[in-house]
């Protein structure tokens, strides 16, 4: 067992920090042309602290809830921040994004630290409420001259792997010790977000 968990846990870290890597890298060598937008919406979310908590939160929560939460709740993200993001990039205001955001790690760090396990519907609709003012903020930041559809196929794949880390790490809830290791970053990333909060609305 003790085998087991060292392994996720090499895994895990291995996967974020060769992502970290390698978007910036690969981005790098694009220098023009309509893969520029692809690439530019690839490695936006790396861009952003609270954008990186709120998605691995997302991962990590679905873990702790398993099937079928597991896989729908990483779907229901990215597809309300496309939603969000074309609200964005067409002009149409959401009022308190910034404060939404620092507020989706508050709260989805508060459910990974209490392994909180409310009904499927009610963690979709607060996973998707956080993506719309995740997304927002992204389809407003909208480089000109990009494409705006492939800048969203791209910052929607990071997001797939951001989530992607999250689920690799919450596996450690099987664990005794992974239990309290999520509880921590929970409240880790609850923190921050306090942080994020602050800085909102200062």
Same mark, same amino acid.
């Given at each position: 067992?003790?085998?087991?968990?060292?392994?996720?846990?090499?895994?895990?870290?291995?996967?974020?920090?060769?992502?970290?890597?390698?978007?910036?890298?690969?981005?790098?060598?694009?220098?023009?042309?309509?893969?520029?937008?692809?690439?530019?919406?690839?490695?936006?979310?790396?861009?952003?602290?609270?954008?990186?908590? #709120? %998605?691995?939160? @997302? =991962?990590?929560?679905?873990?702790?809830? +398993?099937?079928?939460?597991?896989?729908? *709740? $990483?779907?229901?993200?990215?597809?309300?921040?496309?939603?969000?993001?074309?609200?964005?990039?067409?002009?149409?205001?959401?009022?308190?994004?910034?404060?939404?955001?620092?507020?989706?790690?508050?709260?989805?760090?508060?459910?990974?630290?209490?392994?909180?396990?409310?009904?499927?519907?009610? #963690? %979709?609709?607060? @996973? =998707?409420?956080?993506?719309?003012?995740? +997304?927002?903020?992204?389809?407003?930041? *909208? $480089?000109?001259?990009?494409?705006?559809?492939?800048?969203?196929?791209?910052?929607?794949?990071?997001?797939?792997?951001?989530?992607?880390?999250?689920?690799?790490?919450?596996?450690?809830?099987?664990?005794?010790?992974?239990?309290?290791?999520?509880?921590?970053?929970?409240?880790?990333?609850?923190?921050?977000?306090?942080?994020?909060?602050?800085?909102?609305?200062?």
């Amino acid at each position: 067992m003790k085998d087991s968990v060292y392994v996720t846990v090499r895994l895990a870290a291995f996967l974020l920090v060769i992502t970290c890597i390698g978007v910036p890298s690969a981005y790098g060598h694009i220098e023009q042309g309509q893969a520029a937008g692809f690439m530019t919406g690839l490695e936006h979310p790396w861009s952003g602290f609270d954008h990186i908590l #709120a %998605m691995v939160a @997302v =991962g990590i929560w679905g873990a702790q809830l +398993g099937n079928p939460a597991l896989w729908i *709740l $990483p779907v229901t993200f990215p597809m309300m921040m496309s939603l969000g993001a074309f609200m964005g990039l067409v002009g149409m205001p959401v009022p308190g994004v910034e404060m939404g955001i620092a507020l989706s790690a508050i709260v989805l760090g508060v459910m990974v630290m209490g392994q909180i396990r409310p009904n499927l519907v009610i #963690a %979709m609709l607060i @996973v =998707g409420v956080f993506a719309i003012f995740h +997304g927002h903020a992204h389809g407003t930041e *909208l $480089p000109p001259g990009q494409n705006g559809l492939l800048y969203s196929m791209g910052f929607i794949v990071a997001t797939g792997i951001l989530h992607g880390v999250g689920i690799l790490i919450g596996t450690l809830h099987r664990y005794h010790f992974g239990r309290f290791f999520l509880r921590g970053s929970g409240a880790f990333i609850s923190l921050m977000g306090i942080v994020f909060l602050w800085q909102a609305l200062s």
